[in-house]
């Protein structure tokens, strides 16, 4: 198989689940990309990420501290994926493309909407492949629970019900998360939610919000997010920060084809964490899947017993899983999957990857398109403009930047 020259773009928490899931890729027998080189504006970071690259795959990419020594030194290089911190997307993602790389970028695409349109334009003059990096989809029980929705099997969507609290005043994971020109864990966590409501049920157009910052100073916590990704730089985190980014966002969604979604996303939430997804439907209703937790999603039609797992599979005789997916988890038509979240983290990763290599060689079209990428980052930031304008917001407003008072700093910001 081609193996296309690649580079990993910031060597920090993600990257390294990056570089964990070429990993899997290799082990996998189906590996069609190749790490030479790791690049970070932070020497170090670069270096703990190649020193972990040898051991894993076996060879040592080469180390930069930027894109343009990179296409200088190693010119054979053709596509790059990009782990830098949510609000540097843009400008990394445009730097790439102008030295013409093909680009997978880490979600979201950028903060704003002018910043997905400047990487738009940027892929455009380029011509290189686009692809964001929204690897929930790709979970087996998402991709069963996507097949269940349009096998119609509870009906014509009503709603979709999802909400999530905790985190109480920790700091999760870095600073970043909590400073809204940054970052910001709503947009940060929320386009992962929308992305999925939108693959299962299709467009949100129009969004009514109400959104707080409840917590304006965080502390650190014993553990920094998720699982052990970022324990290496544990001692960095500050012990409290004042944050400036939303930390509830409660909100009505009206979708394309008439179903209302109820979304709270509560970043704030002391006491008992909470976490639910439910779709109901004009026969019946489903308990959603929850992306690498293997957990089984349930149907419960009316007039009949709740059904959960392999019994799912009868729903959807002819749902198959991709050959990489079937070789990663073990079978091509899964009801719920054991094992750690750390593998099916890689896993679902390495599916990113291999569609990389494809779309490089094959001319494929990549799932998660820059245009799926920014209306994913458009429903959250409808969410925070109509909370600003105390009236629903459309979400073509956004795409248009017809308004964009809460977006408006961050562009400023970065001056864009
Ligand atoms: N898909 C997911 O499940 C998931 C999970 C976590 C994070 N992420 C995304 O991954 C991205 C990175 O998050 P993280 O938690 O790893 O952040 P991080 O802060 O741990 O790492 C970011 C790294 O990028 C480097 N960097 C910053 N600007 C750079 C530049 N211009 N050029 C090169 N390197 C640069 C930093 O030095 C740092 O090493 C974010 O966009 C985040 O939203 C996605």
Redesign the pocket.
């Known amino acids: 198989m081609v193996q296309v020259p690649i580079a990993i773009?910031?060597?920090?928490?993600?990257?390294?689940?990056h570089l964990r899931a070429l990993g899997a890729l290799q082990e996998s027998g189906m590996s069609n990309v190749d790490l030479v080189a790791v690049?970070?504006?932070?020497e170090e970071?670069?270096i703990f990420m190649a020193d972990n690259a040898e051991q894993m795959l076996g060879k040592r990419p080469k180390v930069f501290?930027?894109?343009a020594d990179m296409k200088k030194n190693l010119p054979d290089i053709e596509a790059v994926s990009?782990?830098?911190?949510?609000g540097?997307?843009h400008?990394?993602a445009e730097m790439a493309f102008d030295l013409g790389y093909h680009v997978l970028t880490?979600?979201?695409l950028s903060l704003t909407i002018r910043g997905c349109n400047r990487v738009l334009e940027a892929a455009r003059r380029s011509g290189k492949v686009l692809s964001v990096?929204?690897?929930?989809r790709r979970d087996p029980i998402c991709r069963l629970n996507k097949a269940l929705i349009d096998a119609g099997v509870i009906g014509n969507p009503y709603a979709f019900l999802h909400g999530s609290a905790g985190n109480g005043n920790d700091i999760i994971?870095?600073p970043?998360?909590h400073y809204k020109n940054v970052?910001g864990i709503f947009v940060?966590a929320g386009v992962?939610e929308v992305d999925k409501m939108m693959y299962y049920l299709g467009d949100i157009v129009e969004v009514f919000a109400v959104s707080k910052i409840w917590e304006p100073k965080r502390y650190k916590s014993d553990n920094l997010?998720?699982s052990n990704?970022?324990e290496h730089?544990y001692d960095e985190v500050p012990d409290s920060i004042d944050a400036d980014a939303e930390d509830m966002v409660v909100s009505t969604l009206k979708y394309e084809n008439g179903a209302v979604g109820q979304w709270t996303a509560l970043y704030a939430g002391h006491g008992e964490k909470m976490n639910y997804s439910m779709i109901y439907g004009s026969k019946g209703s489903m308990r959603t899947a929850r992306s690498r937790s293997g957990r089984p999603l349930s149907v419960t039609i009316d007039g009949a017993d709740e059904i959960e797992g392999d019994a799912v599979l009868e729903l959807v005789p002819e749902f198959h899983l991709d050959e990489l997916s079937a070789r990663l988890f073990g079978k091509d038509r899964l009801g719920s999957y054991s094992g750690p979240f750390e593998d099916a983290?890689r896993f679902l990763?390495a599916l990113e990857y291999y569609e990389l290599g494809q779309c490089v060689t094959d001319d494929v079209e990549p799932e998660v398109t820059g245009y799926v990428g920014r209306k994913d980052l458009a429903v959250c930031s409808a969410a925070l403009e109509s909370s600003v304008l105390g009236r629903p917001v459309t979400i073509d407003e956004i795409e248009n930047e017809e308004t964009s008072n809460y977006e408006s700093s961050i562009n400023a910001h970065w001056k864009i």
């Not at 773009?9 to 689940?17: L, N």
């Not at 690049?39 to 932070?42: E, I, K, L």
């Open positions: 773009v910031g060597c920090g928490g993600m990257g390294g689940r690049c970070d504006t932070r970071n670069a501290i930027s894109m990009i782990t830098t911190d949510s540097s997307h400008l990394v880490e979600k979201p990096a929204e690897q929930e994971v870095w970043w998360r970052g940060d992962h997010g998720v990704f970022y730089w983290d990763v």
